[in-house]
């Protein structure tokens, strides 16, 4: 079946740093691909997404590109702030059978002011 | 407001004890998906349903069971045979099957812990 695969963490950075956050799929077609952002003790919060390849997704700063050539979709900041600690998760929807959501393992990130 | 909303926030289960979580959806979804979250780790499903009276399972059924009896509702019960059911529980809820280019909306989750 489809699966997402994320980079390791947890992720310590200093504020204004460059974030990257490594996110590669597998799966059957060109599904659409989604960042979601959890805080503590809440729920996933839709960060970003984009349907196509090529497609850039971007808010608040954050950005992620559809690249179908390497099967990746890449979170990337440009300078990160103390309220950016949060968990993020990669996840893509199936375009097949039931077109249920598939998630990465999610990775903690930690902003140091 | 459209949304979804999970409750309670926090719940208690005795050993042996079956729960009820709630979520209930105004967004006109067809899907709702339940899943499973441990401190530290991603999300596992456990259940999942594309349209009223019926629903499938996840990667992670055992010991829990639903109904969809309403589109807005999708009640998630964790029985006694759900050896450890201490977890943070969240809904999730989208459109159906034809709309794959669209994301679930989450709600805020609820803390089962057994005491």
């Known amino acids: 079946g489809d699966s997402v695969t994320q980079m390791e963490g947890p992720v310590t950075l200093s504020e204004e740093a460059f974030l990257t956050i490594n996110c590669t799929y597998t799966?059957?077609?060109?599904?659409?691909l989604f960042w979601y952002v959890q805080y503590p003790g809440e729920g996933l919060q839709l960060l970003l997404k984009?349907?196509?390849?090529?497609d850039k997704g971007s808010n608040k700063g954050f950005e992620a590109t559809y690249r179908k050539e390497t099967t990746s979709f890449h979170l990337e900041k440009g300078s990160v702030q103390v309220s950016d600690s949060a968990v993020y998760f990669c996840?893509?929807?199936?375009?097949?059978?039931?077109?249920?959501?598939?998630f990465g393992q999610g990775t903690r990130l930690t902003i140091n002011p | 407001d459209g949304g979804i909303t999970q409750s309670p926030k926090y719940l208690f289960r005795k050993e042996g004890q079956n729960v009820t979580l709630s979520c209930e959806q105004n967004?006109?979804?067809?899907?709702m998906y339940w899943y499973r979250q441990d401190p530290g780790q991603g999300l596992r499903l456990i259940y999942y349903?594309?349209?009223?009276?019926?629903?499938q399972k996840g990667d992670i059924a055992e010991g829990y069971s639903v109904s969809r009896e309403k589109k807005e509702s999708f009640p998630l019960t964790v029985t006694s045979a759900q050896k450890n059911p201490t977890a943070f529980y969240l809904c999730?809820?989208?459109?159906?099957?034809?709309?794959?280019?669209?994301?679930?909306?989450f709600g805020q989750g609820t803390r089962l812990t057994v005491v």
């Open positions: 999730a809820s989208s459109m159906g099957q034809g709309a794959g280019n669209t994301e679930a909306f």
């Open positions: 799966a059957t077609g060109y599904p659409s």
């Open positions: 984009a349907t196509k390849a090529d």
């Open positions: 996840a893509l929807r199936e375009i097949q059978g039931a077109q249920k959501l598939v």
């Open positions: 967004l006109n979804h067809d899907a």
């Open positions: 349903s594309q349209i009223v009276n019926d629903f």
